[in-house]
């Protein structure tokens, strides 16, 4: 089965400040993620200077960042980059869980687009695939910021 990723929308990221929280653990796909989605904001316009990268020791410490930064005005669109691999117990789904409904919580109390790029996989081979293969969620995360940070605008 393949999966149908929406198709980046053309535009310009000039006008536009993204705020990053990556978390450290899982460090290598973490970072592929950040520089894959930070390559991408760059070539859609975004001036290097208008991202800020946070880093946080895991997946689980990445929604209070995200909220420090939405909450401060200035950030159109935050994302939260972390990667739970499944060890001996379900811990991954856990957190992927709690920190899906946090990210989401801190997106509408803020009304600052917070994108959700926490990858929750059984496997090392599923969070390679993602974070430095050929599904590249690093782009796709970075492309959906960028849609609600344009949309952010447009509405409010
Ligand atoms: C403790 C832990 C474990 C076992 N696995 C991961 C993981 O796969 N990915 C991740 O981002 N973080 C993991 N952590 C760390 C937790 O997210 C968190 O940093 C600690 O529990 C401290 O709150």
């Known amino acids: 089965m393949s999966l149908d990723a929406p198709k980046p929308l053309s535009v310009s990221g000039a006008d536009y400040r993204i705020g990053i929280v990556a978390a450290r653990f899982n460090?290598?796909?973490?970072?592929?993620?950040?520089?894959?989605?930070?390559?991408?904001?760059?070539d859609s316009g975004v001036a290097p200077a208008a991202i800020e990268?946070?880093?946080?020791?895991?997946s689980h410490e990445i929604p209070w960042a995200a909220q420090q930064l939405a909450a401060s005005a200035r950030f159109d669109a935050v994302i939260g980059l972390g990667v739970l691999i499944a060890g001996d117990t379900n811990h991954h789904e856990m957190v992927g869980d709690a920190v899906?409904?946090?990210?989401?919580r801190v997106s509408l109390d803020t009304g600052v687009p917070v994108i959700n790029g926490v990858i929750v996989v059984n496997t090392l081979a599923q969070a390679?695939?993602?974070?430095?293969?050929?599904?590249?969620?690093?782009?796709?995360?970075?492309?959906?910021?960028?849609?609600?940070?344009?949309?952010?605008?447009?509405l409010s």
């Open 53 to 58: 990268i946070v880093r946080v020791p895991g």
């Open 128 to 154: 390679e695939a993602r974070a430095t293969g050929s599904i590249n969620r690093g782009t796709e995360f970075a492309a959906a910021a960028l849609e609600m940070a344009v949309l952010k605008k447009k």
């Open 100 to 104: 899906a409904a946090a990210l989401m």
């Open 27 to 42: 460090s290598t796909l973490v970072d592929a993620l950040v520089d894959r989605g930070q390559a991408w904001l760059v």
